[in-house]
């Protein structure tokens, strides 16, 4: 909302107009993720009331897609790298047929990306027929390619409204590939940078026991808390929310929609020595983990119990 009612406006006068631009893309994407993910919401309004100074800021963001020709992770990378965003490492995760990459912003200040797709050619020629059938043509995929991240800042489907049955047979084969369908190229999650939380204490491992206090279910695959083995990087996430969905035919039902990740970045060995106050992004652990990502994955598995309303 900061700059969209102009209140902020002498603020960026000082800022760069590519940076405007992109402040203003990055808000229209999180309107649709605030509005359909009242949990990300609340959490982050308990973490607001509780840390009343805290600026809450956004270790990352990320993105799902179908790797197929036009569109997949290329096709949401487009937009950052015109930022100037820098691809990073590459993650593979055979059993759930999925490959990705992270993305490092150009001020320590934006959040990273993490874009996955799936590899759709390891899935069953039914499943490949239904994801083809919603990217169309090559042309209409190269289309959807290019203009997709303009749907996430629309809020709309980028293709047409899926059928119940075409859903389930996705969903019975890739929890990933039935999300994305229903999803397209909305935010999958936002995550909370823990370790720039001012006045936060105890790290991630207290903040979870402060959000199940105040009853938010998290995702336990393979604990609350993900660890990188090097034991820098921790990660926790909610369940994600479930969100009412009416396919073509009228059917409505619940879906797994978005959720929110907490992330906290512990100070690399090197910079043991610096002070409290001197610490910066940059001294702290970058990238993520591929065990750990396994994990967050399951945020939305965990929500898919599908169930007629
Ligand atoms: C991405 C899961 C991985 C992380 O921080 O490791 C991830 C997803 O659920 O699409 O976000
Ligand atoms: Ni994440």
């Known amino acids: 909302a900061a700059g969209s009612d102009g209140e902020q406006c002498t603020t960026t006068v000082t800022q760069p107009e590519d940076s405007h631009l992109f402040q203003g ?17 609340a959490a982050v309004n308990a973490l607001e009331a509780r840390y009343p100074d805290a600026l809450i800021g956004f270790d990352h963001l990320a993105f799902r897609t179908f790797g197929v020709e036009g569109l997949g992770i290329a096709s949401v990378a487009q937009l950052f790298a015109d ?3 820098r691809r990073r490492d590459a993650f593979e995760f055979p059993a759930k047929k999925l490959r990705a990459y992270w993305y490092a912003p150009p001020d320590p200040d934006l959040p990273r990306v993490f874009i996955s797709e799936l590899k759709v050619e390891e899935l069953s020629r039914e499943a490949q027929g239904v994801i083809r059938k919603y990217a169309g043509s090559p042309a209409a995929a ?10 996430s800042l629309l809020g709309v489907q980028p ?17 990933y590939a039935a999300w994305v369908l229903v999803h397209g190229y909305a935010l999958n999650h936002t995550t909370i940078a823990v370790h720039r939380l001012e006045g936060h204490e105890g790290g991630l491992e207290a903040l979870n026991a402060f959000l199940q206090e105040q009853g938010f279910v998290l995702n336990d695959s393979g604990g609350i808390t993900k660890a990188s083995p090097d034991g820098l990087l921790l990660q926790s996430s909610t369940v994600a ?4 969905y009416c396919f073509c035919g009228g059917e409505t039902r619940l879906v797994p929609g978005a959720y929110i990740e907490f992330a906290e970045r512990l100070v690399l060995p090197q910079f043991a020595g610096l002070q409290p106050g001197e610490v910066e992004e940059r001294h702290r652990r970058d990238g993520f983990e591929t065990a750990s990502a396994d994990r967050i994955f399951e945020s939305t598995t965990l929500a898919a119990k599908p169930d007629e309303i």
Not at 26 to 32: K, T, V, Y
Not at 142 to 151: I, Q, V
């Open 159 to 175: 293709w047409c409204t899926p059928s119940l049955e075409d859903w389930e047979l996705l969903s019975r084969e890739s929890e």
């Open 241 to 244: 929310d479930r969100v009412s």
């Open 142 to 151: 190269a289309l959807l390619g290019k203009y997709g991240p303009m749907s």
């Open 25 to 41: 893309i990055l808000s229209g994407m999180l309107a649709p993720y605030w509005e359909s993910t009242p949990t990300a919401e």
């Open 83 to 85: 930022f100037g965003y």
